[in-house]
């Protein structure tokens, strides 16, 4: 069996290297990989989440070992500058643009090195899980052990390795930052082959190069992340407001209170009925009947989204503090809903609204998706040229709106924020109806970023797709130095995540 695999691997080798023309004066050697590639059937490996750019590798790596994406890795870095081969690593390839595409080249199918976990507990517990694993499958597996990681995004079928080759932000990230602040240590791959574990003590560079880093310094294989003790139930709460200034007022105090909710969101309703559920969420208020009722009569509204955590003995102690929270906030009265899940159903809500838009042929559409970073100083005006102006409605899908704390952002990862203290995450997240097609949401992006610029708010754009290293080094800004040493330095070919279009095999990098 092991010599079938072998030799199969072998002629997938050869062809690899006549395919990139590389002189016949060069022996053709084998990566010796565990696992496999395919050559057809790879159509999967041109999709990705955002369904707008479609580019096919010419082979996808199956990995078992994490040797076989080292060995795969070397032998593109011998292939040297004249070859145009590159490699990206594909997590469950969720990204909007392409970013995890390889047009030509090798895409590594990282969810085939799924593998053991390991949980040690004590006084600061933390999991070391591959790269290629599903967040929810790392939830279910600390769930064992009575723990849980800290910061989430708010969908767990995401990799690992995709988010914090990102940043991973939601609701928890100000208290504890995105999922890059709360990881020990990473074993990475760099662009030459290289294994390397690396975290603040050893290695540090390339630890704090690859966190954010676009998955352009090293493919990340295995990550240890910090975990806490799991609760076991969620209060889940959403209140609306008429006025931004008055919600923005209240999200704010809340993140910054040492005594608050453990999850702090929010969403922008504009022109819309139905408030209380939406695609992304499987919100299911107690009083349901009234939640409907609620419609926003054209107008734009803004509801705060909270939960508390709780084992059940605590349940009256949390609720008291629930009310005392509530308290101090100037939401419209009539607008509590409240209701209670397991802590597992309220992380993994994203995937129960998934499920019913897949029912309806509806998760597959094109997703134009916009997230920006704006600085608190300029949250208002770009509410004011935004909300109910650009944005005339959110009946295409949600659009979040919630402020962080940027002292739980470590400044020396690859991760750029704006200026100031606290900013705000605002993330426009609609489908293209099948009819319409994506141009007119595209349009309304386009106008977004327009105003943000003309208006100079000092934005910063999350999850972007540029065209241009230009457009790569502004988003940068003074930062963009260090971002391309590093890839000097790690990968010096430019071979790893070609589809961030950030880097070009074989142009000088500096
Ligand atoms: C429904 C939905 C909800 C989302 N919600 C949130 C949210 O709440 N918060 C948030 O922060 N983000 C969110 N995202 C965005 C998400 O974090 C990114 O799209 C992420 O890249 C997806 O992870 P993935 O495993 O699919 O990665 P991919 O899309 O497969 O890869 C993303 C990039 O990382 C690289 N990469 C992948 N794996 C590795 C690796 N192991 N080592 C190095 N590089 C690697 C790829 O080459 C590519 O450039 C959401 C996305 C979707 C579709």
Not at 7 to 19: A, Y
Not at 344 to 368: C, I, N, T
Not at 392 to 405: A, C, E, M
Not at 406 to 426: A, G, I, Q
């Amino acid at each position: 069996m092991f010599l079938k695999q072998y030799t199969s691997n072998i002629l997938s080798t050869t062809v690899l290297l006549l395919c990139c023309g590389m002189p016949p004066s060069l022996p053709a050697v084998p990566i010796p990989v565990h696992g496999h590639f395919t050559f057809d059937g790879n159509e999967f490996a041109a999709r990705d989440f955002g369904n707008q750019l479609h580019s096919l590798p010419w082979a996808v790596l199956h990995p078992k070992k994490v040797s076989d994406v080292a060995s795969t890795i070397k032998h593109v870095w011998h292939m040297g500058p004249a070859s145009a081969m590159t490699l990206a690593a594909r997590g469950h390839g969720h990204s909007l643009l392409g970013q995890a595409q390889a047009p030509h080249g090798i895409v590594i199918n990282m969810e085939s090195l799924r593998g053991e976990m390991q949980v040690i507990k004590g006084k600061s517990p933390y999991v070391d899980a591959p790269a290629g694993e599903l967040w929810i499958n790392v939830l279910h597996h600390c769930l064992k052990h009575g723990l849980a990681p800290k910061s989430w995004t708010d969908y767990l079928h995401l990799t690992v390795g995709g988010t914090l080759s990102n940043a991973g932000i939601s609701g928890q990230a100000f208290r504890h930052g995105p999922q890059i602040s709360n990881v020990h240590q990473l074993e990475v791959i760099t662009g030459k082959g290289e294994v390397v574990v690396c975290s603040e003590e050893k290695n540090a560079d390339l630890f704090h190069g690859v966190l954010g880093g676009l998955g352009q310094f090293g493919i990340i294989t295995r990550a240890r992340i910090s975990l806490e003790p799991a609760p076991k139930q969620v209060k889940w709460i959403r209140v609306v407001y008429s006025d931004f200034s008055t919600f923005a007022r209240d999200q704010e105090r809340l993140i910054s209170a040492e005594k608050t909710f453990d999850y702090i969101e929010g969403l922008v309703i504009v022109n819309r009925t139905g408030l209380i559920n939406n695609w992304r969420s499987s919100f299911d208020p107690q009083d349901p009947d009234q939640a409907n009722q609620f419609v926003s009569d054209g107008r734009t509204l803004f509801c705060l989204e909270l939960t508390k955590n709780f084992n059940p003995a605590e349940e009256a102690h949390v609720d008291k503090e629930i009310k005392s929270l509530l308290s101090e906030l100037s939401y419209i009265p009539s607008t509590l809903f409240v209701t209670q899940v397991s802590y597992v159903e309220f992380l993994d809500r994203v995937h129960a609204a998934e499920l019913k838009l897949r029912s309806k042929g509806l998760w597959d559409l094109p997703h134009p998706w916009l997230n920006i970073l704006i600085p608190r100083s300029k949250i208002h005006t770009f509410a004011d040229g935004v909300f109910g102006n650009i944005l005339t409605d959110t009946n295409n899908g949600p659009v979040l709106i919630y402020p962080v704390n940027k002292s739980k952002w470590d400044n020396r990862t690859s991760f750029v924020t704006p200026d100031e203290d606290m900013f705000y995450l605002v993330a426009f997240l609609p489908h293209a109806a099948e009819s319409e097609g994506p141009q007119k949401l595209l349009n309304q992006n386009r106008r977004i970023l327009n105003f943000c610029d003309s208006a100079q708010l000092g934005v910063k754009q999350y999850l972007p797709h540029y065209k241009t290293q230009e457009e790569w080094r502004a988003h940068f800004g003074q930062r963009w130095e260090i971002f391309a040493q590093r890839k000097s330095a790690y990968d010096p070919l430019a071979i790893l995540a070609p589809g961030q279009n950030i880097f070009q095999k074989s142009i000088s990098i500096l």
